[in-house]
Each structure stands twice: as structure tokens, then as C-alpha cells.
């Protein structure tokens, strides 16, 4: 059974059985293991998704069901890199303090309103889907595009918006990385949410891994 939060409204199609939606917590989770027989969890939800990760391990060592999680390894800062580590989203909004800037956001629709604190800067926001309501930035922009996205386009969208900083979270992986490299080519600052703490789980980089693991 494949579950996902279903906050995109056009998830790509999948070769499995799906359900949509959250579970209600650690007891809805418990209920939904035991009620369907589930013996092994795969958590491959995205990094900074911590609240569900730790809802996995509570109802996983509850019922003693097997858990393991399918991770993408951190982004690390290179030669050439201006990165700013900031702890969370709080962190992003406080070091954006200061003139006018114009920002590129890529964090998803659900963080935007913190950003509100710092209306004094063009704010390029890029998103998956077109946002329901308009986003509470004073001055903004909005791109909808979906990864994976390659460096020419990035550094060219950079490029365009005149990008003076970026604020993104530390997700991994290869479909977001190309801004990295963009900016690190344009001698432009990145500041970089870290990921959240999550729980201690046997982590597996790979879905070929995962099926071995599984026996499968």
C-alpha cells in the first residue's frame, strides 16, 4: 500500500494500491496498521516531514512492526558555496533581515506566511501547483514548476529576477539540486534550513535497497 499526505494536486501515478490523506496521529496510524495486517513500514516521506516520521516509529514500536526508512542523503556545501545554516523556518525568516532584497523562495506554499515578517523584499516563490489563495507576500511573484529542474534553467531563472539570495531546506536528492549549483556559479548566497530531528530507524538509501531489505 503506497500513502501520501496528498497535498499536490497532481501526483504522478503509481504501480500500487494508494490511499490519500493522513491517518490521525500515532492511534490512527496504530488502528490502520492493525486493521490492514501490515508487517514492514517503508517511511519515505520527505525529510522535513519530522511529525510523520515520528508518528511511523511511536505506532511501528507499538505493535512491533518492522520499520526502515528510504532516505536521500543531505545536500553538503562545496568549494565555491555561500551557505547560511539556519535551524528552521524561524532562522530562514530572521536572516533576512536588512534592505531590500529580492529572494528566491523554494519551500512550498505552506511556509510562505512566516516570510510576511520581512515584507520588504521581492519575494520569487516557486511552486508545484498554483496556490489556492494568494500568497500574504506584499510583493511577490509566483512560478509553478515541477522537478526535477537541470542548472541552465535555474541559473537562467536566477538570472531573470535578478536573484540577490535563496532560501531553501536541506531535502537531498538529485531533482532540487541544480539550484545549488546555480547559485554557487552566480557567487550567490543560499541560506539552508537544516533538516529537523528525526527518529533513530534503519535507513536505506535506495528503493533497490528497500526491495532487498523487504526480501522482496
Known amino acids: ?45 520527505h525529510p522535513f516531514a ?26 553538503q556545501a562545496v568549494e565555491g558555496d555561500r551557505w547560511q545554516h539556519v535551524e528552521d523556518i524561524q532562522g530562514a525568516v530572521a536572516s533576512l533581515q536588512g534592505v531590500p532584497k529580492r529572494v528566491l523562495l523554494a519551500l512550498g506554499k505552506l511556509n510562505l506566511p512566516a516570510f510576511v515578517a520581512q515584507p520588504q523584499h521581492h519575494y520569487v516563490l516557486r511552486l508545484v501547483d498554483t496556490p489556492d489563495v494568494a500568497p500574504p507576500l506584499p510583493h511577490h511573484i509566483v512560478i509553478v514548476a515541477r522537478g ?20 531553501c531546506k536541506n531535502a537531498g536528492g538529485i531533482g532540487a539540486e541544480a539550484k545549488l549549483h546555480a547559485a554557487r556559479e552566480l557567487g550567490l548566497p543560499v541560506v539552508m534550513i537544516d533538516r529537523p530531528a528525526l527518529p533513530p530507524r534503519s535507513e536505506i538509501s535506495s528503493a533497490e535497497a528497500v526491495l532487498q531489505h523487504l526480501g522482496l
Open 50 to 75: 519530522a511529525q510523520m516520521s515520528w508518528n511511523a516509529y511511536e505506532a511501528c514500536g507499538q505493535l512491533g512492526v518492522a520499520l526502515c526508512a528510504l532516505t536521500r542523503p543531505a545536500w
Open 1 to 45: 500500500m503506497y500513502s501520501y499526505a496528498g497535498r499536490v494536486a497532481s501526483p504522478k501515478a503509481q504501480p500500487l494500491p494508494t490511499r490519500v490523506g493522513g491517518f490521525g496521529g500515532v492511534a490512527g496510524l496504530v488502528q490502520y496498521l492493525r486493521e490492514h495486517s501490515i508487517t514492514h513500514v517503508v517511511d519515505a516521506t
Open 148 to 167: 526535477p529542474f537541470d542548472l541552465a534553467g535555474d541559473r537562467a531563472l536566477m538570472q531573470s529576477h535578478d536573484i540577490d539570495v535563496v532560501v
